[in-house]
C-alpha cells in the first residue's frame, strides 16, 4: 500500500531536494504545499536554473502538480545584448552533435528566445531546446520547430513504443495507453512519479515517426 505524506513531508522533502540539486540555490526558491500541489516562487538568475527547480519538485515522491511562478532576473553584470545572445544561441545550435542547425532559425527579444524550423524527429527538437536553455541571459524559451518525421504506419509507431516501454521497464507500462494519429502521439493513463512520466514521455519521442507528443499522463501515488 503506497505510503501517503502530507503537505508537511513533501515541503520538507522538496526542500531537501532543492538541497541536493547542485544546479539550484535553495535559499532563492520559496516551496508551498496545497494538497500535494506546489508552488514555486523566487527569482532566479536563468533560466535553466529555473527549469532545474522545477524538475527538483517533481521528482519528488508525494508531488501531484507544479505551479512555478519563478521569475528569471538577468543580473546587470551577466546582462548580453540581443545580438551577442542570438550569437550565442547559434553557437549552442552549432556544438550540439544531435542538432540539426541549418534547419533551425532563432529570433531573440529581450532575452527571450524563439526557435523556429523543421526536423525529422520529435527527439532533435528536444535536443534543440536543451542546447540553449542553459545559455548565460537566456529568460524563456518557447520551442516552435515543426517536426517533419517520415510517414510510418501509425500501429507500427504505437507497438515500438510499447516495446520501448516494456524494455524500461516501465512499472505502470501496462496501464498506458497509447493512441497514434498521423504521427501524434497521446499517452495517457497513470504513473507513479514525474521521473516514471519522463522515461514514458523519452520512450515515445525518439521512435520514429512521431510528429508531437500530447502528455496526458497522471501522477497518482496508487498507479
Known amino acids: 500500500m503506497p505510503v501517503v505524506k502530507g503537505d508537511v513531508q513533501v515541503k520538507s522533502d522538496v526542500l531537501e531536494e532543492l538541497k541536493w540539486d547542485s544546479r539550484v540555490d535553495e535559499a532563492d526558491v520559496g516551496v508551498e504545499v496545497d494538497a500535494g500541489v506546489v508552488t514555486l516562487t523566487g527569482t532566479l538568475s536563468n533560466y535553466g536554473t529555473r527549469l532545474a527547480a522545477r524538475e527538483a519538485a517533481h521528482r519528488v515522491l508525494g508531488v501531484l502538480?507544479?505551479?512555478?511562478?519563478?521569475?528569471v532576473k538577468v543580473p546587470s553584470s551577466g546582462v548580453l545584448n540581443d545580438t551577442d545572445l542570438a550569437q550565442a544561441v547559434r553557437g549552442a545550435l552549432n556544438w550540439g552533435a544531435r542538432v540539426p542547425e541549418e534547419r533551425i532559425r532563432s529570433t531573440v527579444t529581450d532575452g527571450h528566445v524563439i526557435l523556429e524550423g523543421e526536423v525529422e524527429s520529435w527527439s532533435q527538437?528536444?535536443?534543440?531546446?536543451q542546447a540553449v536553455r542553459n545559455l548565460r541571459g537566456v529568460k524563456g524559451v518557447l520551442d516552435n520547430i515543426r517536426v517533419a518525421a517520415p510517414r510510418v504506419?501509425?500501429?507500427?509507431?504505437r507497438s515500438a513504443i510499447e516495446?520501448?516501454?516494456?524494455?524500461?521497464a516501465v512499472r505502470g507500462a501496462k496501464g498506458i495507453t497509447v493512441l497514434v494519429d498521423e504521427g501524434t502521439v497521446t499517452l495517457l493513463g497513470d504513473v507513479h512519479d514525474w521521473s516514471e512520466e519522463q522515461a514514458v514521455l523519452q520512450a515515445a519521442s525518439h521512435v520514429p515517426g512521431v510528429r508531437s507528443v500530447k502528455n496526458e499522463l497522471g501522477i497518482s501515488l496508487s498507479a
Open 153 to 157: 504506419d501509425s500501429h507500427l509507431i
Open 125 to 129: 527538437r528536444a535536443d534543440a531546446e
Open 163 to 168: 516495446r520501448a516501454l516494456e524494455r524500461r
Open 65 to 71: 502538480d507544479v505551479a512555478d511562478d519563478i521569475q
